[in-house]
């Protein structure tokens, strides 16, 4: 597709530079000049859109960091697809680029054995008798088909009715065409011909170029004072049609010879005309060449999100923000990168210094060094990986000179993720249990995108424990994916007799859930959940079987529900209000079991249009930092701030801000799993235990167990804590 891109480009460009010399220059007599323009502008026509400009704009560019920690991602929230092979997907049955590129490739091939048909007749043709030789050049006895012509080095006269005085003037016609080399023209021009046989300004070209030797030779050739007997000459020689690649004396449109030959020479003031070229090439680069903003690089990432002019301290001493592009990674021992840094308290005061955000680096009191070529190539190449592309596989230089390989993959559902190998080593996709090779890398790019895997990771392939349908012993290093469908519950202390109760109540609920009434009930609720939907209150109920005991049974379609008053908040619905009100209602969730009533949990009560109730999570600010899982888990919700981070750009420490102003650090150690899908001003729920108060607001924790900013899953775990406080379901 790329070279069908860059053809039509070519395309476009010969035409609008034909298009300059058909409105200006072919009616000028400067055909030296026209011959050169004529040709250069072919090159540059090729030329162009393969040119790659670049821009003085800075910006950051985001650069993924090596990676060999498996970790997991975020539950996807859309429905799963299930896949079981990548052959399901269905593509079309009619490749038009393939058969474009043969379409075309059988017109050239077919165009280079009409030129080399042509070159061989030529060759043949040198058996002839020869008439005479002047110096290098020889004089061919010419025939009916192959009249008063050249080619290279070689003239062909047919001299049955000419004379003397005739012959000798063709010949010097054509001892012109080889001593100016017009032959090589004509070549370049036909091999340009067979590149571009679908471009019609390509036969313009090759006209033109023909025309304009013609033009060039009879005005050396006839001179000022013979002209009328060289135009004379011309009409008695006349023949029709065309050479594919020899110069005939006299063919049409002789016409436009003999009215140039006799026209008055153009005066050299208008030689300036040529100067427009420069604006039409300009033109031409900015529209058809790779126009590439020059990116600074950095090894800490993508700075995209900061200002122009960032604020950079380094082991707290202040430094120009062009570091960020020279520094290496290799005396990085942690960095932090506030966008909004000038609101921050600690920077406040640096004043306008931060106002385009804070960059801090600490190498622990290390010399500070810097990026080498090998270390700024490496940079390079990774950049250059546009996101939209699912894998690619780098080599890359160490710098003692070595070589190492990097597979880097952007994950078509979001994030991404890396690792570096030794040549050689052989990589293996791994996708929902199903193994495949680096050649099959197109199959697992549509397959992702099919399954949705919420899961992905890497690391070394003895390591990975998923089941495969392969063995793995041949690789070494895995890259896999898996449609995550597990669930998780808290893991509590029980007796034997909770543990029996628990199990009944499991298979009570699994039997009830193959019931009619479950059926009806759970269409019900997906009815009206997350909707705001009218209701009329017809009843009060203080004896409802379940765990909300009391509320106002409501009734929506004839179909009856429990707005439940007995805990929370919503104690101050029963004095808000009455049997017989109308009432518009957001549903906010919903509980139901065998025998009850759908309980529903409301987001938004109004009434004659105006609100009287709203969850407390919507308008009541908490005077506590977090509370309390059953198996004694804390949780909060808050921002995510102050990003640390290791070199190797994983996340070293983090602030979680809760909106009543307790700030709840957590350190990471580096073997943790990324923070792929979470980045600083993330709404989070965060999960921990052991934390330890080291201020008024303020906690610092060590054993974090999960953060996710999606309330509906438990989001990254730390392998060290999670599966004691959790188990699958």
Request: aromatic share 12%; net charge positive.
């Amino acid at each position: 597709m790329k070279t069908v891109i860059y053809l039509l480009q070519v395309s476009a460009c010969t035409g609008i530079f034909y298009g300059f010399y058909f409105l200006l220059l072919r009616r000028l007599t400067f055909f030296t000049v026209n011959r050169w323009y004529l040709l250069a502008t072919l090159f540059l026509s090729f030329a162009i859109p393969a040119l790659t400009l670049n821009l003085s704009k800075v910006e950051g560019s985001s650069i993924m960091r090596p990676v060999v920690y498996i970790h997991e991602m975020q539950t996807v929230n859309e429905p799963i697809i299930a896949s079981e092979t990548a052959a399901s997907v269905k593509q079309s049955n009619f490749n038009w680029i393939l058969t474009l590129q043969m379409v075309y490739l059988l017109i050239a091939f077919a165009s280079i054995i009409h030129l080399l048909f042509t070159l061989v007749v030529f060759f043949l043709k040198l058996n002839n008798k020869t008439l005479v030789r002047i110096g290098k050049v020889r004089v061919l006895k010419g025939s009916k088909r192959l009249g008063n012509s050249s080619f290279l080095n070689v003239i062909f006269i047919n001299d049955d009715e000419l004379e003397p005085e005739e012959v000798q003037q063709i010949i010097a016609h054509e001892m012109l065409h080889i001593k100016l080399m017009h032959s090589a023209d004509r070549l370049i021009a036909r091999v340009i011909q067979i590149l571009l046989w679908f471009n019609p300004f390509a036969y313009f070209y090759i006209r033109s170029i023909e025309e304009n030797h013609e033009f060039e030779v009879d005005r050396i050739a006839a001179g000022n004072d013979n002209k009328g007997l060289y135009a004379s000459l011309l009409f008695k020689l006349a023949v029709s049609g065309k050479s594919y690649l020899f110069h005939g004396f006299s063919k049409v449109p002789l016409k436009k010879r003999i009215s140039m030959l006799f026209n008055k020479p153009t005066s050299n003031m208008k030689k300036i005309i040529y100067l427009l070229t420069l604006p039409v090439v300009v033109l031409s680069c900015l529209a058809f060449a790779k126009l590439e903003q020059h990116k600074k690089l950095s090894v800490l990432g993508d700075l995209s999100n900061l200002g122009p002019h960032p604020l950079v301290l380094i082991n707290d001493k202040v430094y120009d923000d062009e570091i960020l592009y020279k520094i290496s990674g290799s005396c990085i021992s942690s960095t932090g990168i506030y966008p909004g840094g000038g609101k921050l308290k600690k920077f406040k005061k640096y004043g306008d210094k931060a106002k385009d955000g804070v960059v801090k680096i600490s190498t622990n009191n290390n010399p500070i060094t810097y990026l080498t070529a090998i270390g700024h190539e490496n940079l390079e190449k990774e950049a250059a990986v546009p996101n939209s592309q699912f894998f690619a596989h780098l080599t890359l230089k160490n710098e003692d000179g070595t070589i190492y390989e990097k597979g880097i993959i952007h994950n078509p559902v979001g994030g991404g993720m890396s690792n570096e190998f030794k040549p050689g080593e052989k990589l293996a996709f791994v996708v929902n249990g199903k193994v495949f090779t680096e050649r099959e890398v197109n199959k697992v790019e549509q397959l992702i995108k099919d399954t949705k895997p919420a899961v992905h990771g890497t690391g070394p392939a003895q390591d990975y424990k998923g089941k495969t349908d392969k063995s793995l012993d041949d690789y070494n290093i895995v890259f896999y994916f898996d449609t995550d469908t597990t669930r998780y519950m808290q893991k509590l202390k029980q007796t034997n007799d909770q543990k029996v109760a628990e199990e009944k109540s499991k298979r009570e609920f699994e039997a009830f859930k193959k019931t009619d009434e479950y059926k009806q009930k759970m269409a019900s609720m997906m009815r009206v959940s997350n909707k705001t939907l009218p209701f009329k209150i017809i009843a009060f109920v203080n004896n409802q079987p379940g765990i909300q005991k009391k509320g106002f049974k409501i009734v929506n379609d004839n179909e009856e529900f429990l707005l439940g008053t007995g805990y929370g908040q919503e104690k101050e619905l029963k004095q808000l209000l009455k049997v017989g009100d109308v009432v518009d209602i957001k549903i906010f969730g919903g509980a139901f079991g065998k025998g009850q009533l759908i309980t529903v949990s409301p987001a938004i009560v109004s009434k004659n249009g105006e609100k009287i109730f709203q969850l407390a999570e919507a308008d009541k600010i908490p005077d506590y930092a977090f509370l309390y899982e059953a198996n004694k888990v804390r949780f909060t919700d808050g921002q995510v701030t102050s990003i640390e981070k290791y070199p190797n750009g994983k996340w070293k420490s983090a602030v979680v801000e809760v909106v009543n102003g307790y700030k709840i650090r957590f350190n990471i150690k580096p073997s943790a799993p990324e923070f792929k899908n979470i980045e600083w001003g993330d709404h989070v729920r965060f999960r921990f235990v052991h934390e330890v108060k080291t201020g008024a607001k303020e906690y610092t924790v060590n054993d974090w167990v999960s953060i996710s900013n999606d309330i509906r899953s438990y989001g990254i775990k730390n392998p060290d804590y999670f599966f004691k406080f959790y188990e699958a379901v």
